[in-house]
């Protein structure tokens, strides 16, 4: 399992990226989350406009045991889905699409008419690298295939590769939060915290929130949880393929004893052909159709 904690002035402090701790972080000072949203978007949010439409981890499995980070925001004239994943589970643009088509419903079930609708903007930030270039941040919204033309605004997908941003030289406030979620040192954060007041703001929450028991109690049976299930998996997984080593011998042996009554069958049959007709002999040693015709083969006498 990765580390989750560094060293930072003498104190373990969870690193930014983790679902619980990014939650605690961004949530409880929206300032933050307004300005990590603003550098990302390009445009100016002030945090007094900002509004979580829900709070909750969402359950990646149905057991529970692992979450993806996934916060609903409204703006003053948009929506959006702020999502954070540290693994690959595949297939995010299908997933982006899907969680964006959901902030469109959401705004149907208030009453809202079409030209009422606000867009919707898919945030993505992964752990991982995911897209075929250089940059970091990636943006997608709909466009005509031959002339490059928008159809419009209402759709927007950001992906954001956070082991593509580590080594940014632009130290603007887009490159900078993209340090501080993946920063896996004290001296990371050092840095940062000279670099911007937004920074250092972030930093002293990150410690403040590392310091919470009941949290990092929370956290503590996350990995238990995480722990357990992986033992159980690969105690399965091992528990299967014994299972299907035996079974395959035990195949391999039926098919073996099998094709050596075939062939003794067919010897017999192929001695009769010299007293007996072909429909004789099939009928009185029962011979499939498989076995007719390998009667009737090139190793027939």
Known sequence: MAQRTLQFQGLEVFKAKYDLIFKEVFLGDLDLLASLISSILEIDIQAEYLAILNTELVPAYETGRLSRLDIRIKTADKHIDLELQLNNRYNMDKRSIFYLSKLFIEQ???????????????????????LPHAEYHNQYRLKNTRTHDELTGAI??????????????????????????????????????????????????LVYVSADEKLRYEIAMREKAELDYNNDMSGSFEKGKEQGIEQGIEQGLEQGVEQGRMQERLEIARKLRDVLDRGTIVQRLGLSAEEAALLDGPDAD
Do not use: V
Not at 108 to 125: E, H, R, S, V
Not at 159 to 164: D, N, T
Not at 185 to 201: H, I, N, R, T, V
């Open 108 to 130: 149907m079930t208030q009453g809202l008419d079409f030209k009422d609708l606000c867009p919707a903007i898919a945030i993505n930030i992964l752990d991982f690298d995911y």
């Open 156 to 205: 927007e997908i950001h992906f954001l590769e956070l082991p593509k941003a580590r080594f940014t030289e632009n130290n603007n406030m887009k490159n900078l939060w993209m340090k501080f979620l993946s920063a896996d040192s004290g001296e990371m954060l050092e840095m940062l915290a000279k670099q911007d007041p937004m920074m250092e703001k972030a930093i002293s929450r």
